[in-house]
């Protein structure tokens, strides 16, 4: 009030009015009587304020009056709530009147139902007219009640077939304000589908009630979540999941029990399926033909060879949804074997040919060739191409590599220089009117290409004429033609001049053979040295016979002489009777008779040769008494070390 009254006193000096002044004085009087009279009546220094709490929180509506004489209560909707600070009947709220200012209300703690307008007001006393304040609202918060999704009432798994659509619904009851609702997929990530959202008020109509729907293809076996949040409780509350189980045919995966597999191992192989429902059925194949009664997850395949490299395993599982079926390839690790060698080129001379090989294995071979007499490496690749040359001519070989295998090795093939035929003959030949000769032509140089003819007076010879006849034979490896002409049953024309003619594309060569008739003295030396040959071969084969039939037994008497006179000039038995010994090496009987014996062989008579009975005779079987065996050591010409000769002691009878 004071700044009105000076706010009007400066605009009378400005407009010296009278009028203002007038209004001037007015003013001041009201303005004393307000002040004099405002000094003792109650009034708010503090009025309550909206508040938005949170469920179960307490708050506190503070009133705070200025020489405060009346009564205190609080309205809620209008309706008093008493003057008693325990504020009988509402066991949440108080009066707070620790002061003689404080009207404060406090509600602890706060619920749905505190929501509402509420005003504070001070009752009138003589002298003091009552006050109310403003009234403010009380809004209570409620956290989103717990999500769920409705399709886990009779459980937590869906089962779906795939490609089918699903409809799933999630409901938070009880939130304030609304609460929104997310679809998840168990790992936190959101579902990026169709969804539709709906707020109702529940019955009390002071909370909500969100309902979520879903719609979506699964693609695969997952696990769905809902959650619920609004923008005064942001933590999210999330429901249980509902699992969706994907019904489809299986999808299938072949795994070997082991790597490197070679020629002779044994290994399973493992039909690895994931499927929905998980009854499935296995049946194997290879290369498409069907393993009978082989119903298992695993098939056992033992002592594999070469030849099943790069085969075809099939597995085939099916279950009330489909069937499917996954095929692997079996890549053996194969030592390389050599299936296609070089085989020997002829060439012109500075023409280019090529050797060629091939060798199967795995990994897939490498080739180098080499020089076969120098192993000097010349080429690389499964083909070599050469300059024909002197130099170049030679033998060549190709070796395979495959992996960590022993390299092999192909056959050898020669790179020959084409060169002009070159004959060998023997220019004079001898045969005898009426009998068959045969005239001989050898051909060097003889490649493919090279033609050989015979000719009679500058005539050529056709091969099969009446009384001629020609036979060939071919060297591919030395490179030569033999080429024999048969004349047959000859008579006085035939003994003439004959021809070998040999030509290729780079050159000929021709020779003569004359032909010369026997006469009738050279058959009869030829007859003569040929009876005294074959005579003297019959005499050295009688003589080797006769030595060779000569009798054992005279070879051994003639042995015992030897030793006998040996014996009879050496000291060798002492306080010995001579005449006992030599008595026994005279007898008849104790002389081993044997037509096939050799000076070469080793004698010895063994006790238990069942022939040995026979060999002697009954007069030694009948010796009794003590024995003696004396070791006889014969001169060289007997071949037994071992030959024992046994005598009686004296004083016994044979």
């Known amino acids: 009030m004071q700044d009105i009254v000076n706010s009007c006193f400066v605009l009378m000096k400005e407009t010296n009015s009278r009028m203002m002044l007038l209004v001037y004085l007015f003013l001041t009087v009201i303005s004393n009587s307000t002040i004099s009279g405002g000094s003792t009546a109650q009034h708010f220094l503090q009025e309550p304020e909206n508040v938005r ?320 007499k120098s192993n000097e490496l010349v080429g690389v690749g499964q083909d070599l191409r050469l300059t024909v040359s002197e130099s170049t001519e030679g033998e060549y070989a190709c070796k395979a590599i495959s992996g960590e295998h022993q390299p092999i090795t192909s056959e050898t093939a020669k790179i020959v220089m084409k060169r002009k035929p070159r004959l060998e003959v023997q220019p004079t030949k001898t045969g005898v009117r009426g009998m068959d000769v045969l005239i001989t032509c050898k051909v060097n140089n003889a490649h493919p290409g090279t033609k050989l003819v015979w000719s009679k007076k500058g005539q050529i010879i056709p091969e099969n004429s009446f009384n001629h006849k020609i036979i060939e034979s071919h060297d591919n490896i030395n490179m030569e033609i033999s080429s024999d002409l048969i004349i047959l049953k000859t008579d006085a024309e035939d003994f003439t001049s004959y021809g ?59 042995e015992k002489m030897k030793n006998s006179v040996y014996l009879n000039n050496q000291e060798i038995f002492k306080n010995v009777d001579r005449s006992v010994f030599d008595k026994l090496l005279n007898k008849n009987e104790l002389v081993v008779r044997n037509d096939n014996f050799n000076i070469n062989m080793e004698f010895q008579e063994e006790e238990d040769d069942p022939e040995y009975e026979g060999r002697i005779s009954s007069n030694v079987k009948n010796l009794k008494g003590k024995l003696y065996n004396i070791p006889l050591s014969p001169n060289d010409s007997m071949a037994s070390s071992r030959t024992v000769l046994s005598f009686i002691a004296d004083g016994e009878e044979a």
């Open 500 to 558: 070998c003619f040999a030509s290729n594309e780079l050159g000929a060569d021709y020779k003569e053979i004359e032909l010369v008739e026997e006469s009738d003295y050279t058959l009869t030396i030829i007859l003569i040295v040929n009876i005294i040959g074959g005579l003297m071969i019959f005499l050295i084969v009688v003589i080797v016979w006769r030595r060779k039939s000569k009798s054992n037994v005279d070879f051994m008497e003639q």
């Open 53 to 372: 709490a949170t469920l179960g929180e307490q708050i506190r509506l503070p009133c705070v009056v200025k020489n405060k004489t009346g009564e205190c209560q609080w309205t809620k909707d209008g309706f008093g709530l008493g003057t008693d600070p325990d504020l009988v009947g509402f066991s949440r709220y108080s009066l707070d009147i620790s002061s003689n200012d404080s009207c404060d209300l406090i509600l602890d703690p706060v619920q749905v139902e505190d929501e509402g307008l509420y005003q504070c007001q001070v009752g009138a006393v003589p002298g003091a007219a009552a006050i109310t304040s403003k009234s403010v609202t009380v809004i209570v918060n409620h956290e989103p009640g717990l999500p769920h999704i409705l399709q886990t009432k009779h459980g937590d798994v869906m089962e779906v077939s795939e490609g089918q659509e699903i409809v799933l619904e999630c409901e938070s009851q009880g939130g304030k304000p609304a609460a929104d609702i997310f679809w998840k997929h168990k790992d936190g990530t959101k579902v990026a589908s169709e969804v539709v959202d709906v707020v109702t008020r529940m019955d009390d109509e002071r909370l909500f009630k969100t309902y979520s729907i879903l719609r979506f293809v699964p693609e695969k076996d997952e696990e769905i979540l809902c959650t619920a949040f609004s923008e005064q409780f942001r933590a999210p509350r999330v429901s249980s999941g509902v699992k969706i189980r994907m019904k489809h045919k299986p999808r299938i995966e072949l795994e070997f029990s082991r790597d490197n597999l070679g020629e002779g191992d044994s290994f399973e192989v493992m039909c690895k399926a994931e499927a929905y429902p998980v009854n499935l059925r296995y049946d194997w194949f290879i290369n498409d033909i069907a393993i009978v009664d082989e119903t298992s997850e695993v098939l056992k395949i033992e002592n594999i060879q070469r030849e099943n490299d790069q085969m075809e395993i099939k597995c085939r599982a099916e279950n009330e949804v489909g069937s499917s079926e996954a095929i692997k390839v079996l890549n053996l690790s194969l030592q390389p074997k050599m299936i296609k060698h070089p085989q020997t080129t002829f060439g012109r001379p500075d023409e280019t040919v090529t050797l060629s090989c091939q060798a199967e294995g795995n990994p897939p071979p490498r080739y180098v060739w080499v020089k076969s």
